[in-house]
């Protein structure tokens, strides 16, 4: 096992929020004593998931505590699930049954075990503990904050003081997530920044409760391939882990070498010292900023897929784009497009890569347009008008077009 | 039967908030078309009781009601007291245990049934259905009401608006008692004027519940004797019921007239045409105020002692008062007392009835002095500084004291 300082710098790398490293200090000094590990808590939603680049920063964590020995629960917040949404009010939270979460859960594996050991791994439900509650147990939970303490989290705050409605059930879910922790007893919980306020209940409830309380760390949401907003779907500057390794491959060419050295120390298996030294010949013109960003590309597509399909990705990216001489800086242009979609012949003349609607048509006849990396063959093609797509017409014009 | 419209005469009788007349017609009309007596609801704490004459306002209505043929549910609030203060905070409210909840039931018994029929009263305890939810039902219920609209109840809009804090559990109390009434089906529940929010909560949960929304009927915190402030022990000015026949009867004579009226209403069995004929009488100098002061002070003896009981404090009254010749209009005077007891003699002279402790010594040995209708024979004798109490030295010196 690693030293307690050798495990901090792993653990806080890439961290945002980390309270507190005096009581991780005193955890990992235990641990090494008595060679127990530590108990690492992540909650998940029990929703069917997909998920992508953004979602791994958070088991990117898991598995650094993994590499360092420790027991990872991967925690599936079924309670609430199967409630659903008890307002009634949101048709798109109906109750889950046991079954959905079963297979929701099972669904979560087969992706999350792409980054985590699957023998290192307990996948828990908290319907296990919280199903078992009585009014009482709830009552007692619900004294343990204030109402004002709760009306601090940011979105309640922004929601309470624009008169929008929150639920009273909605300020028992920090509490239920607290408690989470003190049924687990939980050395650590991970969260996103968003999650911050949440995960400090659990160190509030087990400290009340006569228990240690967790160290609490939160990892950054990270950027999607515009390189401003977070990653989402609804965005759609994502980029899936069930996506094909060409499409994986493709996008994180596309983003810049800024956002490239972030995804590095959010998503990859190279040491902080690696990177810098990177950087470092890159800075010195030892090394094309393009290579640093296919090595990057490469371990996504082997991680999601295999070290073969990464190199078959590579080669098919440079067989369509390097061999066509993509410029380093590609034009963005903004469109707003009130449509869902967009008629692909229409977008190249927006984009100005073309002169007329005709004139686009007649290039998808000469199999002259692709769309991120993807050729188009269909002359009444449209594509979703979201994020960003990459546009190539010919063999040297291309445009990055912004839906805004 | 009575009609519907002589039962909401009744009913409305001294009542402040009446929501809704129309669904009271409905339910009296179908209550005499089906024979079947409404279920009527009042909660009451389940802490031991000592009931005063400001109590027995809603306790007066119950038994209205009961004249009319419904079915009076005494709902003791068992449940949060099984639990007790769940934070911790509060020295004062440790959990009861069953035991205690059955003893302080037979107390409230004992007081309550000298003004209702027990054998026309249920006497239900909420623990019954409360204790069987469980923590999804306990969160659905949660979420049946928002903050904003709990933060409009007026004690907790000013806790929260003074930043004194409010447990989330607080919350919770207002939506359990609403679903006593689903739970009772109660078609009426009375409540004190203070307890408005959370009486019409049960309408707005039954209605949620597909169940008809109850009548809400508010009833007026009755003044003390000082005819402003309410009634209460911590400020002295009350009439407990289970006080000696003498002090309720002599309590009661010392109440203003417009305060005497206002107890008929609230508090008598007089018809209001008997009261109105009463008034009348007074105001047309057929009646001296005093005889109508008279006729309730035998009314509530006899209803918490016994008619015997009434016509001897009657009698006790004149001997000590009436022959002595107690002037309409006794002189008050206020005292600001630091002490929570003050010494009699020390009384007497900061009154202005005798001149110097040894003065007012003297006169407690020659047995000159009383205090509320009742002989001071102790010469190291003191009373509790709350409050207001009437002293008599000699034949004609009298004096309101009113500590404040």
Same mark, same amino acid.
Request: aromatic share 6%; glycine share 6%.
């Given at each position: 096992?690693?030293?307690? @300082?050798?495990?901090?710098?792993?653990?806080? !790398?890439?961290?945002?929020?980390?309270?507190? !490293?005096?009581?991780?200090?005193?955890?990992?000094?235990?641990?090494?004593?008595?060679?127990?590990?530590?108990?690492?808590?992540?909650?998940?939603?029990?929703?069917?998931? %997909?998920?992508?680049?953004?979602?791994?920063?958070?088991?990117?964590?898991?598995?650094?505590?993994?590499?360092?020995?420790?027991?990872?629960?991967?925690?599936?917040? &079924?309670?609430?699930?199967?409630?659903?949404?008890?307002?009634?009010?949101?048709?798109?939270?109906?109750?889950?049954?046991?079954? &959905?979460?079963?297979?929701?859960? @099972?669904?979560?594996?087969?992706?999350?075990?792409?980054?985590?050991?699957?023998?290192?791994?307990?996948?828990? #439900? *908290?319907?296990?503990?919280?199903?078992?509650?009585?009014?009482?147990?709830?009552?007692?939970?619900?004294?343990?904050?204030?109402?004002?303490?709760?009306?601090?989290? %940011? &979105?309640?705050?922004?929601?309470?003081?624009?008169?929008?409605?929150?639920?009273?059930?909605?300020?028992?879910?920090?509490?239920? /997530?607290?408690?989470?922790?003190?049924?687990?007893?939980?050395?650590?919980?991970?969260? +996103?920044?968003? /999650?911050?306020?949440?995960?400090?209940?659990? !160190?509030?409830?087990?400290?009340? !409760?006569?228990?240690?309380?967790?160290?609490?760390?939160?990892?950054?949401?990270?950027?999607?391939?515009? +390189?401003?907003?977070?990653?989402?779907?609804?965005?759609?500057?994502?980029?899936?882990?069930?996506?094909?390794? @060409?499409?994986?491959?493709?996008?994180?060419?596309?983003?810049?070498? &800024?956002?490239?050295?972030?995804?590095?120390?959010?998503?990859?298996?190279?040491?902080?010292?690696?990177?810098?030294?990177?950087?470092?010949?890159?800075?010195?013109?030892?090394?094309?900023?393009?290579?640093? $960003?296919? /090595?990057?590309?490469?371990?996504?597509?082997?991680?999601?897929?295999?070290?073969?399909?990464?190199?078959?990705?590579?080669? *098919?990216?440079?067989?369509?784009?390097?061999?066509?001489?993509?410029?380093?800086?590609?034009?963005?242009?903004?469109?707003?497009?009130?449509?869902?979609?967009?008629?692909?012949?229409?977008?190249?003349?927006?984009? +100005?890569?073309? $002169?007329?609607?005709?004139?686009?048509?007649?290039?998808? /006849?000469?199999?002259?347009?692709?769309? %991120?990396?993807?050729?188009? @063959?269909?002359?009444?093609?449209?594509?979703?008008?979201?994020?960003?797509?990459?546009?190539?017409?010919?063999?040297?014009? #291309?445009?990055?077009?912004?839906?805004?």
């Amino acid at each position: 096992m690693k030293s307690v @300082e050798e495990q901090i710098a792993l653990i806080e !790398r890439g961290a945002v929020d980390f309270h507190s !490293r005096e009581d991780l200090v005193k955890k990992l000094t235990r641990s090494l004593e008595t060679n127990k590990p530590l108990t690492i808590k992540a909650g998940f939603d029990p929703t069917a998931p %997909d998920l992508h680049l953004g979602h791994t920063v958070l088991i990117q964590k898991l598995r650094h505590f993994q590499l360092l020995g420790h027991e990872v629960n991967f925690l599936i917040g &079924d309670f609430t699930g199967l409630i659903g949404d008890p307002t009634g009010k949101s048709d798109t939270r109906p109750p889950l049954t046991p079954d &959905d979460v079963k297979r929701n859960a @099972e669904t979560y594996k087969e992706q999350v075990f792409k980054i985590l050991d699957p023998e290192k791994t307990k996948v828990v #439900f *908290n319907s296990t503990w919280l199903g078992q509650l009585s009014s009482h147990d709830m009552i007692r939970l619900a004294s343990e904050l204030t109402v004002a303490r709760m009306l601090e989290r %940011d &979105d309640f705050k922004k929601r309470f003081e624009s008169n929008r409605p929150i639920s009273i059930h909605e300020f028992l879910y920090p509490l239920i /997530q607290g408690y989470d922790s003190v049924a687990m007893k939980a050395d650590v919980e991970l969260g +996103g920044t968003d /999650q911050l306020f949440n995960v400090l209940m659990g !160190r509030d409830l087990q400290r009340s !409760r006569g228990q240690e309380p967790q160290v609490v760390l939160t990892m950054p949401l990270l950027e999607g391939l515009d +390189g401003v907003n977070k990653m989402s779907k609804s965005l759609g500057n994502y980029i899936g882990i069930s996506e094909p390794p @060409e499409s994986i491959f493709g996008k994180i060419m596309s983003i810049s070498d &800024d956002l490239m050295y972030r995804y590095y120390e959010l998503l990859s298996d190279l040491s902080m010292a690696e990177i810098v030294a990177l950087k470092e010949k890159v800075a010195a013109g030892q090394l094309h900023p393009k290579a640093v $960003k296919v /090595q990057l590309a490469k371990e996504m597509v082997a991680r999601f897929h295999s070290q073969a399909a990464a190199e078959d990705a590579e080669r *098919n990216f440079e067989q369509v784009f390097a061999r066509h001489e993509m410029p380093d800086e590609i034009e963005e242009i903004q469109l707003a497009v009130t449509e869902a979609e967009i008629w692909v012949p229409k977008l190249l003349m927006d984009a +100005g890569l073309v $002169k007329s609607t005709s004139d686009g048509r007649r290039m998808i /006849q000469q199999h002259a347009v692709s769309i %991120d990396g993807v050729k188009v @063959e269909d002359i009444n093609a449209a594509v979703p008008a979201t994020g960003s797509i990459l546009l190539k017409v010919g063999k040297r014009r #291309f445009c990055r077009v912004i839906f805004s």
